[in-house]
C-alpha cells in the first residue's frame, strides 16, 4: 500500500473520532461487534467493543480482496 493511501485511511479514521457521521461505515451482517471503513478501494474492517466505546483496526484490504 502506498503512503498517500495509507495517509488517507489514517485521515478518516481521526476524523471517524471527531464525527462518526462523517464516514462510509457499516455494521456487518452476522457479526455485532463488527464493523466496515470504506476508504476509496479500500475497506478497514473495525472491531467494536461497546463497553469502552472503543474501536480496532483489524485489517486493511483492497476491495476485490476484503469478501474473501
Known sequence: MDKQTQSRIKT???NMTKDINTVDLRKLKGASDRLRLRV???RVLLLYS???ATVYA???KHRKDANK
Open 50 to 52: 461497546g463497553g469502552e
Open 40 to 42: 476509496g478501494n479500500y
Open 58 to 60: 483489524l485489517q486493511v
Open 12 to 14: 478518516v479514521l481521526d
